[in-house]
Each structure stands twice: as C-alpha cells, then as structure tokens.
C-alpha cells in the first residue's frame, strides 16, 4: 500500500510540475500574442500569423515524426532501442534537407506579395527551432526529467517574450512584422544550439533511458545482424508519426492560412485571437497525454493491459468534465476579456471563439481516446483517420471561409473535431481493445469493487 501511494504521488508529482511548466509556457505564449496583437495593426498582426502557421505546417516535415518513434522503439525494446539512433538522425538530416528546400520554393514562388516573402525566410530557423525542441523533448521524456523537460519548454517562450518586451519598452512603439520575425529566428538558433548538446550527449550514449533494466541489454557486439537498423527502416516507422502531426495541424490551424489568401489579413487576425485562446486551453490534455501518459502507455499497452484499459475508461470520463468546464468558462469570460486584453478593434473575435469553445469537450475527449490509438500497430489506423478529418477541414474551410469568413472556418474547425472523436472512439472500442473488452472491464470494475 505504501508504495502504491508513493507511486501515486510520483505521479501527481510529475504532472504537477509539467502542467505548472506548461501553462507558464502557455501564458508565456499567450501574453506575447497579447503584445504582438496589440503592437501591430490587424492586418499586420494577420500577416504574421498566416506566415508563422505556414513554417509552423511544415516544420514536422523536419524530422518527420523520429521524436514519436523513439518513445515507441524504447518502450518495447528498452535499452535495445539505441540501435535505433543513429539512422534517425541521418534520417533526421535528409528529411531536414528536404523540408528547408521545399519551404524556399513556397517563400519564393508562393501566391503572396513581396512582404510575406521576405517575412517567411525570416522565419525559416523557426523550422530548425520546432525540430530541436521536438527531439530534445523526446529524449527528456524517456529519462523522465520532467523537471528539465519543463524547463526546455519555458524557454523559448520566454526568451521571445523578454525580446519583444525589450524592443517595445526600448522606444520602439510599433515594432513592424520583420522585427517580430527576427525575434522568433533568434530563440530558434538558441534552441537549436542547446538542442545540439542534447543530442550530441545522447548519441555519445549518455543517456539516461527510465522503466528498463540495462541489464537486460545485450551487448552491441552480441546483436544479431539482422537487428540492425537502416535509415530505411527509420522511415518505415516515422512516416505514421510525421502525418499524424502534420494532420493535425492541418485541421487545428491551417484555417489561419487559408483566411489570410481566401478573406484577408485581417480575418486571419482576428481569427488568430481565438485561435490563441483555444491553444491555451487545449494545454491540459496536452501536458496529460503527450508529455507525460505517453511513454507510459506504450509499456502498458505491451505489458499491462488492465491497467492500459482503466486510464482509458477514467481518462475518458475526467478529460469530458474539465472539457464542459473549460467550454463554460471560454463563454463567460470571452465577451470582456478579448477586448480587456487584446484590444477592442478585436471584439469580433468574440463571436469566433465562442464557436471554437465547443471543440473544447471533443478534443479534451479525443485526446483520452485517441492516446491509445497511438501504441502498438494501431498509429497506422489513427493517421488514416486524422488524414480523412484533414480533408473534411480544407474543404469545408473552402466551402464556408468565401460567404461566411473567419466564423466559416471557426464552424468547420467544430465539425472537423466532432467527426476525429467519433472515429477515434469507434476505433478504440473495437479495433484497440477488441473482443476481449467486456472481460477486461469486468475484471476492472470487481477489482475497482
């Protein structure tokens, strides 16, 4: 009992001190929005967003999903997974390549005036700066220093707000969008050179791998040949990963884009306030499920089912409460603070967010639900399905965002997480738990009893 306890401590312990780095990082986040929106005229604080949500969609082509491997590899294989690490940044160094010249091509011969063009190529370290972060954080969460993973979040966050800060206390009452970006390459190369250390530690082998015994660990000089590990392979196994993230975003931002070549800049502004309200509150789930169960359920999911089943049942149900919470607070809040903060040329941002609050619940929800879909052999599944809600978002973003505008892409952002949570939940009830489903919830609730 009293290690149970000290086990249910640990764990509140690190969730505790991640969610506290997050929402710091979150506020963080937020409160530079607050400055940019407010230092910037819409149309400018609309350009720069529809340009940071243009790197921020294909900066996961950098990398291309190793960080989600890695936390997979090393839960099923333990210390074994290090075979893994060489190939993956090789890998990591072809599909980097690829990514910056493909981002050119868009920066320079994209559908935008001259402005944006030289906006976007101030913003390509951002893409360097998303892939580092993304592979340190990987690393940080194997070892679990959720301590240390904390802080590596906090710190771009708040290296870019100190900066901006300085910049507008120092006279410069209007800082333009290339002042801006400027700031954002500069943390990037910081992360970057920071995430050089990690890394070139962590390939040296100085790593601290939680959850496996090394003991267990072969020899490398002992392994079978056949377990090496080629770049191809790499590829085999990321490809899931890097969609689904890419996926992703296409669904929860790539409205911003969209409204700034369909409606405007200022629509991609003040649809933009919403958006960063939304990405604050959809910080829970996140910290939950990807900075700290991750890991966890890629064992269980292997090791321990009963106890892979009981945090989905439970995660299930908590996640739908705090979601309605969330939703309610979003709606009565938003009419006076929007424009307390933000300033009154956004009010209409009101309308937008009140619309995005419903999401709020579903993607609480399909956070719990979609976890599971992400160990074993089932992420394969769970790309094809968030590559099917991604063409449902383009094009209802393309039907509603000509008549309706920002609101348009507010009501297809609902539907588009409506449609992921009913297919993640349809996938997990019968394609992850399977026929033995009401065996193992019986098992659960007379053991709960």
Known sequence: MLKKDSSIRKALGAVSLLWFGSLA????????QVILARELTPEGYGVF???LATVTLLAPLAGFGVQGVWLKVFGSEGWQGTRWLSPSFRFVTLSTAATLSLFFVWAAWGPHDESTTQLLFWLLPVILGYLFMELVSSKLLLEERFRSLALWQLLPHFTRLVLILLIVFAGVSNPNVITVAVVYALVAIVVLVLGCVHLKAMAGGRFALKGHSRMAEPEKKNLDPIASVRVADVLTQTWPFGLATIFHLVYFQSDIILLKYIAGDEAAGVYNVAFTVMAAVYL???????KFLLPKMHRWANHDRKRFY??????????????????LAIWGAAFWAIPLLFGAEYRQSFVIVNILAVCAPVVFVASSVGATLVTQEHMARKVKYMGIVAGL???LNFAL???????GAAVATVISNLALLVIYYVAAQYLVFGPDLK????????FER
């Open 284 to 290: 829970l789930p996140s910290v939950i499920y990807q």
């Open 310 to 327: 009981q945090v989905y049942r439970q995660g299930n149900v908590a996640m739908l409460v705090l979601g309605v919470l969330a939703m």
């Open 25 to 32: 990082g979150a506020g963080l986040a937020f409160f530079t």
């Open 393 to 395: 978002n383009i094009v």
């Open 401 to 407: 965002i000509p008549e309706f505008g920002a609101v």
């Open 439 to 446: 065996c193992v919830a019986r098992a659960i609730d007379g």
């Open 49 to 51: 967003a529809a340009a």
